[in-house]
Structures are given as C-alpha cells and as structure tokens.
C-alpha cells in the first residue's frame, strides 16, 4: 500500500510542478504594466523641459524578442495613460531610425537591446529627452537618464551625470524617490 501512495504522489507532484513553476517564474520577471505606471509617474515628475507628450518605446528590428517587449510595453503604456497627469503619446521606434525622430521627449528601452547605448544618450542629451530603462545597468553606465527595477522590490535610479547633460530637472520630490548612480 506504501509503495502504491508513492507512485502516485510523484506524478501529481511533477503535474503540479508543471501548473506552478511557469507562473512563478512569470512573477519574477519584471511586469510591463507595473513599470509602464513608473515609468509614466516618473515623466510626470520632470519639470524641465516640461513637454513629455510623445514618448517612444524603443527596439531593434534585429532582434524579434525587443520588439515583442516593445508592443507589450507599449500596450501597458497605453493602458496606464490615464495615470498620468500630463497627456502620452506613446509610439513605437526603430533603433536604426532614432537618428530621424524629431520631437520625442521620452525614450523607453526593451530590455533586450545590446549593452551598448551610447547613440541612445547622444539622442536624449541631444534632444532633452529622458531615458528609462528597465534595470539598472543602462543607469550605472550613465547610458540613461533613469533605470526601473520592480522585483524583489521597487527601485528607480538614476544618473545624475546623464540628467545634467540631458539639461533634464526633475521636481523636488522625486529626489527622494530615486537612488543615484
């Protein structure tokens, strides 16, 4: 009878397993509808230049798993908009194309795009336009103007480097809210 229980025990423990791990392991990767919300109250927090309407979400056409990060980010933004006190014009853009935009005031990044960033923060110094990165590594390069992190716990960073050749101010309150880097 011992041997009976055991037999079935393992396989409805591995069925289980199964049911559980996925969704464990998709709650440990950060939510494109958690940061998108961060990501438009930290817009929200920019005072100078103040004009935060269009806001592109950045891939590599190169890389298939980017632009699936970025429809996905993208469809959080627009379903967050309503957070936001200033009005979002979320769109996508094309890394190879960045160059021939005009008029964007935020650039998000999949995080599938390569390490390398530098022609990214030569858009946003160039243009006063805030960088945000899920993760922190693009912030800790000073590639980026601000990084979201949102698990095991939520943290905004930022690099002050990147803010001050951006000519990028933030209000008051947001300093106590973001971790320099």
Wanted: with cysteine; aromatic share 6%.
């Amino acid at each position: 009878m011992h041997f009976m229980q055991m037999t079935w025990i393992r396989p409805s423990l591995l069925f289980m397993a199964s049911l559980v791990l996925p969704a464990i392991q998709a709650a440990a990767q950060p939510a494109p509808a958690l940061e998108a919300k961060i990501e438009i109250r930290v817009l929200d927090f920019v005072a100078e230049p103040a004009d935060r309407a269009t806001v592109g979400v950045l891939y590599d056409r190169d890389n298939a798993a980017s632009l699936k990060e970025a429809n996905a980010i993208l469809q959080a933004f627009v379903e967050a908009a309503g957070m936001a006190r200033k009005s979002f014009t979320p769109k996508l853009v094309e890394r190879h194309t960045l160059d021939r935009e005009t008029g964007l005031k935020g650039l998000v990044l999949t995080p599938s795009l390569p390490a390398s960033l530098d022609d990214v923060s030569r858009y946003g110094i160039k243009n006063h336009a805030v960088i945000l990165s899920s993760g922190l590594d693009c912030v800790r390069r000073h590639q980026c103007t601000v990084g979201v992190v949102t698990a095991p716990e939520v943290e905004i960073g930022v690099s002050p480097d990147i803010i001050r050749k951006s000519g990028i101010r933030f209000a008051d309150g947001f300093q106590v809210m973001a971790k320099e880097y």
